[in-house]
Nanobody, 113 residues
Framework: QVQLVESGGGLVQPGGSLRLSCAASGRIFSDIMGWYRQAPGKQRELVAQIFTTRATTYSDPVKGRFTISRDNAKNTVYLQMNSLKPEDTAVYYC????????WGQGTQVTVSS
């Protein structure tokens, strides 16, 4: 069973940047990998996904500000987040989009002045 461990969150001011990492305990090179987020009182939403071809898609709220990438050799997926806004505050999770694993604990991102 592949385990997913997210890291890199924290408190950042509006306009700042963070880079999240997601380390998988097993191979994920054949998976479509995604970054999700869940804000308080809201449902978990997919914000970015990366295909095995490295093609990417983004939700409208993060398009142009977030960049997802993957390193298959390291079984790791990244999310570079720039120009952060208070509405980006959430717990961020990664998971396979086409073969979902057990959810990790996520990493908290708080955007506040």
């Amino acid at each position: 069973q592949v385990q997913l461990v997210e890291s890199g969150g924290g408190l950042v001011q509006p306009g700042g940047s963070l880079r999240l990492s997601c380390a998988a305990s097993g191979r994920i090179f054949s998976d479509i990998m995604g970054w999700y987020r869940q804000a308080p009182g809201k449902q978990r939403e997919l914000v970015a996904q990366i295909f095995t071809t490295r093609a990417t898609t983004y939700s409208d709220p993060v398009k142009g500000r977030f960049t997802i990438s993957r390193d298959n050799a390291k079984n790791t997926v990244y999310l570079q987040m720039n120009s952060l806004k208070p509405e980006d505050t959430a717990v961020y999770y990664c998971n396979s989009v086409n073969w979902p694993r057990t959810w990790g604990q996520g990493t908290q991102v708080t955007v506040s002045s």
